[in-house]
């Protein structure tokens, strides 16, 4: 009896609190279910949401010239408080929808990419964000392609004299090979073959500046000014460029007058026995490629697009010329040539709707491998064209903003490195010494 009357006094209290009935069954000190909470905090939670929607960062040479804040997700807590997960894998709850591509739908089989070091993935399909990788400890750098990893597959570095790359599934870093004393850098053994200037990217632009581009340093200081040129008297302009393994500027000017020019001295050696050698050409792109992989030889191939769309080879020793085919692209604009140290050789044709970057066949001109680009929107008035480190940099002014893109061929993504550069840039170049694998 006593139980009873107890049981209906609190029933009594409790039901001005929250109702209850006879069926009801309170447990003294008890907290409310996990339903109970979601219930009761539900709207509250979209109503949050509405009124404070998840942000997302900003996305902070026909001569060739043809007249992105982030908010990171807030975090009340701390690891010594929260807890720190040690597998990205586990009880990942995140699933806000990535704002710039909710229009979007996506397939589930979808590789994850990354936004900062938050990997977006595709969920009921759409894009949605999932881990933030800075929260585990062993796989705290998120990689395109795999989400989160230990280090960035493919990428290499240098320790002391010893080279170290990152294994194909970003588990770790594994030491790959030791080179001489003194000769590791960048990821990469060279040797004295190799001086140090052949390491980098070289460019030149419509005011005749020599400008050294190395894609390693932070950003914003990727670019230095070495020098003026002053190679001709006349109005003629720089067209495109190359460079050899010592560390020379091959630049061609409009006019068809090839210059050698040290990197390190702005003193320009005309090619006075370089008469086109029939090859037809009076303006091309050109780039060296090594002739055979883990050699110390290259040639320097040169091609145009013009309706004799020559595609040939030149040895620098006496400057003879080789034909080699015709050049069988039809694209908006006249191909652009890079070569690397893996004996490679590839073109890019750019394009304001559609893009071309190609693997040629240095035997027969032929495209071995054509990689398609989405376009950049507008007018590509200058554009040039350089492989390093595992990735190839297309420079390209767009309706007049001068812009340094990025193409990454393992996970076909195309991205914008640098805007708003002060170089109008019409040649790249870069040595068969560069490095040829990805650089952490």
Same mark, same amino acid.
């Given at each position: 009896?006593?139980?009873?009357? @107890? !049981?209906?006094?609190?029933? +009594?209290?409790?039901?001005?609190?929250?109702?209850?009935?006879?069926?009801?069954?309170?447990?003294?000190?008890?907290?409310?279910?996990?339903?109970?909470?979601?219930?009761?905090?539900? #709207?509250?939670?979209?109503?949050?949401?509405?009124?404070?929607?998840?942000?997302? %960062?900003?996305?902070?040479?026909?001569?060739?010239?043809?007249?992105?804040?982030?908010?990171?997700?807030?975090?009340?807590?701390?690891?010594?408080?929260?807890?720190?997960?040690?597998? %990205?894998?586990?009880?990942?709850?995140?699933?806000?929808?990535?704002?710039?591509?909710?229009?979007?739908?996506?397939? $589930?089989s979808e590789a994850p990419s990354c936004e900062g070091n938050v990997v977006i993935q595709c969920k009921n399909n759409k894009y949605?964000?999932?881990?933030?990788?800075?929260?585990?400890? $062993?796989?705290?750098?998120?990689?395109?392609?795999?989400?989160?990893?230990?280090?960035?597959?493919?990428?290499?570095?240098?320790?002391?004299?010893?080279?170290?790359?990152?294994?194909?599934?970003?588990?770790?870093?594994?030491?790959?090979?030791?080179?001489?004393?003194? #000769?590791?850098?960048?990821?990469?053994?060279?040797?004295?073959?190799?001086? =140090?200037?052949?390491?980098?990217?070289?460019?030149?632009?419509?005011?005749?500046?020599?400008?050294?581009?190395?894609?390693?340093? %932070?950003?914003?200081?990727?670019?230095?000014?070495? +020098?003026?040129? =002053?190679?001709?008297?006349?109005?003629?302009?720089? +067209?495109?460029?190359?460079?050899?393994?010592?560390?020379?500027?091959?630049?061609?000017?409009?006019?068809?007058?090839?210059?050698?020019? #040290?990197?390190?001295?702005?003193?320009?050696?005309?090619?006075?026995?370089?008469?086109?050698?029939?090859?037809?050409?009076?303006?091309?792109?050109?780039?060296?490629?090594?002739?055979?992989?883990?050699?110390?030889?290259?040639?320097?191939?040169?091609?145009?697009?013009?309706?004799?769309?020559?595609?040939?080879?030149?040895?620098?020793?006496?400057?003879?010329?080789?034909?080699?085919?015709?050049?069988?692209?039809?694209?908006?604009?006249?191909?652009?040539?890079?070569?690397?140290?893996?004996?490679?050789?590839?073109?890019?044709? %750019?394009?304001?709707?559609?893009?071309?970057?190609?693997?040629?066949?240095?035997?027969t001109g032929a495209v071995a491998i054509d990689y398609q680009l989405p376009g950049v929107g507008g007018n590509v008035g200058a554009?040039?064209?350089?492989?390093?480190?595992?990735? +190839?940099?297309? !420079?390209?002014?767009v309706d007049g903003d001068n812009r340094i893109y990025r193409y990454d061929i393992e996970t076909n993504q195309f991205e914008l490195?640098?805007?708003?550069?002060? @170089?109008?840039?019409?040649?790249?170049?870069?040595?068969?010494?560069?490095?040829?694998?990805?650089?952490?």
């Open positions: 009896m006593r139980s009873s009357v @107890f !049981f209906a006094s609190l029933c +009594f209290l409790y039901l001005i609190a929250a109702g209850c009935d006879e069926s009801s069954s309170i447990t003294l000190g008890s907290q409310p279910s996990a339903s109970d909470s979601k219930k009761n905090t539900g #709207k509250k939670d979209s109503e949050d949401k509405k009124n404070n929607p998840a942000k997302t %960062p900003d996305d902070s040479s026909d001569e060739n010239d043809d007249d992105d804040d982030s908010d990171e997700k807030e975090d009340t807590g701390t690891p010594s408080d929260k807890g720190q997960k040690s597998n %990205p894998d586990e009880n990942n709850t995140d699933e806000t929808l990535v704002p710039w591509l909710e229009d979007f739908e996506c397939e $589930e949605r964000y999932g881990d933030d990788c800075s929260k585990y400890p $062993e796989k705290s750098i998120c990689s395109d392609g795999y989400g989160c990893t230990a280090c960035i597959p493919g990428t290499s570095y240098c320790s002391g004299d010893d080279v170290y790359q990152c294994t194909d599934d970003g588990s770790q870093n594994v030491k790959i090979k030791t080179c001489q004393i003194g #000769k590791c850098d960048a990821g990469e053994c060279y040797d004295d073959n190799c001086p =140090k200037d052949a390491q980098f990217i070289y460019l030149v632009d419509t005011s005749y500046q020599l400008i050294k581009f190395d894609p390693g340093a %932070p950003k914003g200081q990727n670019l230095t000014v070495l +020098f003026q040129l =002053k190679c001709s008297d006349s109005y003629s302009r720089p +067209f495109s460029m190359a460079v050899d393994r010592e560390a020379n500027a091959w630049v061609l000017y409009n006019d068809s007058t090839l210059y050698k020019i #040290k990197i390190s001295d702005p003193h320009c050696e005309r090619i006075t026995n370089f008469q086109q050698n029939g090859s037809g050409l009076s303006t091309f792109g050109m780039a060296f490629s090594l002739d055979t992989v883990g050699g110390t030889t290259d040639s320097l191939f040169i091609g145009n697009m013009s309706s004799s769309g020559r595609f040939g080879r030149i040895d620098t020793s006496n400057m003879s010329y080789t034909p080699l085919a015709m050049f069988p692209f039809n694209y908006e604009k006249s191909p652009e040539l890079t070569g690397t140290g893996l004996a490679k050789l590839y073109s890019f044709s %750019p394009g304001q709707n559609q893009q071309h970057i190609s693997e040629i066949d240095k035997k554009w040039a064209f350089a492989h390093w480190g595992g990735y +190839f940099f297309t !420079f390209e002014t490195f640098l805007s708003n550069t002060d @170089f109008r840039v019409v040649g790249a170049g870069v040595s068969t010494c560069a490095p040829t694998t990805k650089v952490n």
